[in-house]
């Protein structure tokens, strides 16, 4: 009964709509209305800026890491690292269903993508923080927060399967998931990218101009 409670309070944590409050506190608009639609920080990134759309996401990932942390409560799970780490990541799966379908937002909320790397950073930082190397990466290369997100996820089941090799076949199988989950709430950000029309962060600026500026040098 304990576990279940602390289950729905890591659903309800996972629930607060992040770029919902931050778009309505600031600007007086429903981020929904705007961009892809989403409640998320891609959206946010690409609606109100890279200001308000890091901010948005270290809240976002910030609800993956509190809700995770809820396993405290219960001192049993402090000696069984196995059924300490599985109830760790039902507690996360649960922050993130909240995100996905927010009960404070009529149930329409993000791709969970932020709350998900929160969730991994409090199982598992080691792979959280290699997964964020590869979306900094790719985010560098393509400004494009989707694709970074998409890869990054792809990288998840490749870490832990053959680099980290982790035997715990529940951990293996969340992994799979994870990534599965990920493309799949990703759809048409993969269809826009392959038709070229997906928006691009404004981050990077500088770099981009300075690439404009050689290339007009150089014509």
Known sequence: MKELLLIILAYLIGSIPSALIISKKFFGIDIR????GNMGATNTFRVLGSKYGTIVMIMDILKGVLAVALYNCLPYYFSNELQRT???????????AGHIFPIFANFKGGKG?????GMLLAVQPVVAI???????LVLYLTRYVSLSSILAAMF????????WNEHEFLYRLFTLIVAALVILTHQKN???ILRGVESRVPILKHRDRRKSRRRNDNE
């Open 33 to 36: 209305d705007y961009g892809s």
């Open 86 to 96: 599985n109830f760790m990541i039902g507690l996360g799966l649960a922050a993130v």
């Open 113 to 117: 993508v932020a709350t998900l790397f």
């Open 130 to 136: 290699s997964c964020v190397g590869v979306f900094l």
């Open 156 to 163: 998840l089941p490749i870490g832990v399967l053959w680099i």
């Open 190 to 192: 993969i269809g826009r």
